[in-house]
Nanobody
Framework: VQLQASGGGLVQAGDSLRLSCAAS????????MGWFRRTPGKEREFVAA????????YYGDPVKGRFVIFRDSAMGPLYLQMNSLKPEDTAVYYC??????????????????WGQGTLVTVSS
C-alpha cells in the first residue's frame, strides 16, 4: 500500500488545520490507519488511530480533545482534524496503515505502511 499525506503548512497558535492521507487501495477491515509525528531529536510519537473495521478511534494524550481522526468511508481517505494548535504540535506528521491490526494501535512497530510525511509548523 502506498500512502500519500498532505495538508501540512504554517499556521498560528490556536488555528486549525486538516491533514489528509490517501491510500493506493482500500485497507482491510481487519486493519487500522493512524497518524504519528516526529520533531527533531525525538522519537516518532503516536497521535491518533482508527480501527478500519468498526471506526473506533484512539488518541495520544497530548492531542486528546483537540484532534479528531476520521474517514469519509471504508475507502478513505483518512483525515486528521487538528484544532487549537499549539507550538508544541510542530512536527512532521506521518500517516501509517496495516491490514491486520487489532491491538496496540499506538505502537509504531505495529504499522507496516508509511506515508512520506507532511510538515506542520505552528507559530506562537
Amino acid at each position: 500500500v502506498q500512502l500519500q499525506a498532505s495538508g501540512g503548512g504554517l499556521v498560528q497558535a490556536g488555528d486549525s488545520l486538516r491533514l489528509s492521507c490517501a491510500a493506493s487501495r482500500r485497507i482491510f477491515t481487519s486493519g487500522a490507519m493512524g497518524w504519528f509525528r516526529r520533531t527533531p531529536g525525538k522519537e516518532r510519537e503516536f497521535v491518533a488511530a482508527i480501527n478500519w473495521g468498526d471506526g473506533s478511534t484512539y488518541y495520544g494524550d497530548p492531542v486528546k480533545g483537540r484532534f479528531v481522526i476520521f474517514r469519509d468511508s471504508a475507502m478513505g481517505p483518512l483525515y486528521l482534524q487538528m484544532n487549537s494548535l499549539k507550538p508544541e504540535d510542530t512536527a512532521v506528521y506521518y500517516c501509517a496503515a496495516n491490514d491486520a491490526l487489532y491491538t496496540n494501535f499506538g505502537l509504531e512497530s505495529r504499522y507496516r505502511y508509511w506515508g512520506q510525511g507532511t510538515l506542520v509548523t505552528v507559530s506562537s
